[in-house]
């Protein structure tokens, strides 16, 4: 038997024979020459069949070879620039393992309802394969960021008792005679690994029961979460500014193909770099009602309220310092101004809006109690998060990082149901 081997190496096998399993992706016969291209998820590859030159019996066999079909194909592999990959198969044998009738996603506009139904199969589809290729390096490029920078993977609880956001976003859950829930973020306990180990980062799904239907939101999402020690909220922006450069750099660099597939246009994102523009909350709201917002200054800025900001700019731009009351309890007041917090929101261009929401931690401790009881939160469930005050109490920053926002803008995609495999959105628990 041939030997079985990936696509993606068949440049290593020329001259020689050997097997390829994949599914079939199309099927087209020219008179006595019949052509069937198959992936394998590393890759495509076309294989030709020469009427006589095989068994009657494979030559029959093509009416059976339908869309996702799965295949052994066995073939000399030989060079050809034309084709996919730069490799073709002269086929001497095809093998159905698995096969495929009537399969019920063709080539052909579908609506989404009936595609997210089939999300399990809809992920076989070019365009799909593209996007979680991006995905995989985006996700691989921040493992490689912060382990080239001396952070240490933290990972946190999904099951918590204590709320890090708005209370209005949590998941209940039974946990025995316990109140519980899904966590929100796992920055509070990233907190106490940044007094640990200095610069810490957490890397997993997060929820939040929000009732939203629009393009950027999911009840389940993945969020990196970075805390550093001794770091005020101008070196949390740079921090931010350096990370996201290199998110994209190495998307550029390692998925060009993929890019292209998706029809992105890469000349914007080949502007991000740093520095990225700063521009206080302040600022920014007589500039929004300027263009006809009504927004209004103690609020917090609204996606259209974004898309204006991110038009003014050709790379990323920091919104600072919001108002107290539009922020989460554990921001650090302003000395500078104390109705405001040392906190940001980083702005994609192109209408993606905000990617990252970083602060300084407030790090005195009865500012902290403070704040936790004007928002009507229970003291007993902070107790373990004060200790991180009372105990040695430290300057310290972070940031969150929406993984599939992040996504959705480095490849140009305009909803965020396509940027993860598997999406959970208000009305969307299947498959």
Same mark, same amino acid.
């Given at each position: 038997?041939?030997?079985?081997?990936?696509?993606?190496?068949?440049?290593?096998?020329?001259?020689?024979?050997?097997?390829?399993?994949?599914?079939?992706?199309?099927?087209?016969?020219?008179?006595?020459?019949?052509?069937?291209?198959?992936? +394998?998820?590393?890759?495509?590859?076309?294989?030709?069949?020469?009427?006589?030159?095989?068994?009657?019996?494979?030559?029959?066999?093509?009416?059976?070879?339908? $869309?996702?079909?799965?295949?052994?194909?066995?073939?000399?592999? &030989?060079?050809?620039?034309?084709?996919?990959?730069?490799?073709?198969?002269?086929?001497?044998?095809?093998?159905?393992?698995?096969?495929?009738? +009537?399969?019920?996603?063709?080539?052909?506009?579908?609506?989404?309802?009936?595609?997210? +139904?089939?999300?399990?199969?809809?992920?076989?589809?070019?365009?799909?394969?593209?996007?979680? &290729?991006?995905?995989?390096?985006?996700?691989?490029?921040?493992?490689?960021?912060?382990?080239?920078?001396?952070?240490?993977?933290?990972?946190?609880?999904? $099951?918590?008792?204590?709320?890090?956001?708005?209370?209005?976003?949590?998941?209940?859950?039974?946990?025995?005679?316990?109140?519980?829930?899904?966590?929100?973020?796992?920055?509070?306990?990233?907190?106490?690994?940044?007094?640990?180990?200095?610069?810490?980062?957490? !890397?997993?799904?997060?929820?939040?029961?929000?009732?939203?239907?629009?393009?950027?939101?999911?009840?389940?999402?993945?969020?990196?979460?970075?805390?550093?020690?001794?770091?005020?909220?101008? +070196?949390?922006?740079?921090?931010?500014?350096? !990370?996201?450069?290199?998110?994209?750099?190495?998307?550029?660099?390692? =998925?060009?193909?993929?890019?292209?597939?998706?029809?992105?246009?890469?000349?914007?994102?080949?502007?991000?770099?740093?520095?990225?523009?700063?521009?206080?909350?302040?600022?920014?709201?007589?500039?929004?009602?300027?263009?006809?917002?009504?927004?209004?200054?103690?609020?917090?800025?609204?996606?259209?309220?974004?898309?204006?900001?991110?038009?003014?700019?050709?790379?990323?731009?920091?919104?600072?310092?919001?108002?107290?009351?539009?922020?989460? /309890?554990?921001?650090?007041?302003?000395?500078?101004?104390?109705?405001?917090?040392? =906190?940001?929101?980083?702005?994609?261009?192109?209408?993606?809006?905000?990617?990252?929401?970083?602060?300084?931690?407030?790090?005195?401790?009865?500012?902290?109690?403070?704040?936790?009881?004007?928002?009507?939160?229970?003291?007993?469930?902070?107790?373990?998060?004060?200790?991180?005050?009372?105990?040695?109490? /430290?300057?310290?920053?972070? /940031?969150?990082?929406?993984?599939?926002?992040?996504?959705?803008?480095?490849?140009?995609?305009?909803?965020?149901?396509?940027?993860?495999?598997?999406?959970?959105?208000?009305?969307?628990?299947?498959?």
């Amino acid at each position: 038997m041939a030997q079985g081997v990936e696509i993606r190496g068949l440049g290593e096998h020329v001259g020689t024979v050997v097997t390829i399993r994949g599914w079939v992706q199309t099927t087209r016969v020219h008179g006595k020459v019949a052509f069937v291209v198959v992936r +394998d998820g590393t890759g495509i590859v076309q294989g030709v069949v020469v009427q006589k030159e095989v068994a009657p019996e494979l030559w029959q066999l093509f009416p059976e070879l339908t $869309l996702e079909t799965s295949v052994h194909v066995t073939g000399m592999v &030989r060079a050809e620039p034309r084709a996919p990959g730069g490799h073709e198969l002269s086929v001497s044998d095809i093998r159905v393992v698995g096969p495929s009738p +009537d399969y019920p996603i063709q080539p052909k506009e579908h609506g989404v309802d009936f595609l997210l +139904d089939r999300r399990h199969l809809w992920l076989r589809s070019s365009q799909q394969r593209a996007i979680m &290729r991006v995905r995989n390096e985006v996700e691989k490029s921040i493992v490689d960021f912060f382990y080239d920078r001396g952070f240490l993977r933290l990972d946190t609880p999904i $099951l918590t008792g204590a709320i890090g956001e708005g209370g209005a976003g949590l998941f209940e859950v039974e946990y025995f005679e316990q109140q519980a829930y899904l966590a929100q973020t796992g920055q509070l306990y990233a907190e106490a690994g940044a007094a640990a180990l200095g610069k810490v980062y957490t !890397f997993g799904p997060t929820f939040r029961a929000e009732k939203s239907k629009t393009r950027r939101h999911l009840t389940e999402f993945w969020m990196v979460e970075p805390e550093v020690a001794w770091a005020d909220s101008d +070196d949390n922006m740079r921090l931010q500014e350096d !990370f996201v450069s290199y998110l994209v750099a190495r998307a550029l660099e390692r =998925c060009a193909e993929e890019l292209k597939l998706l029809e992105r246009d890469t000349a914007p994102l080949e502007r991000v770099q740093p520095p990225f523009p700063r521009l206080e909350y302040s600022d920014a709201i007589p500039l929004l009602q300027q263009k006809g917002s009504e927004i209004h200054w103690g609020t917090d800025l609204g996606a259209a309220d974004e898309t204006v900001i991110g038009e003014m700019y050709d790379r990323p731009v920091f919104v600072t310092n919001y108002p107290k009351q539009a922020k989460a /309890f554990y921001m650090k007041e302003n000395p500078a101004d104390p109705r405001t917090v040392l =906190c940001d929101d980083l702005l994609a261009p192109e209408g993606y809006g905000e990617i990252i929401g970083g602060s300084q931690r407030e790090d005195d401790l009865d500012r902290l109690v403070a704040r936790i009881q004007e928002q009507g939160l229970p003291l007993a469930s902070y107790e373990w998060y004060l200790d991180l005050r009372r105990y040695g109490s /430290f300057p310290h920053s972070g /940031f969150g990082l929406g993984v599939e926002r992040t996504v959705g803008w480095i490849t140009g995609r305009p909803h965020i149901r396509e940027l993860i495999p598997f999406p959970r959105m208000l009305n969307r628990l299947y498959p």
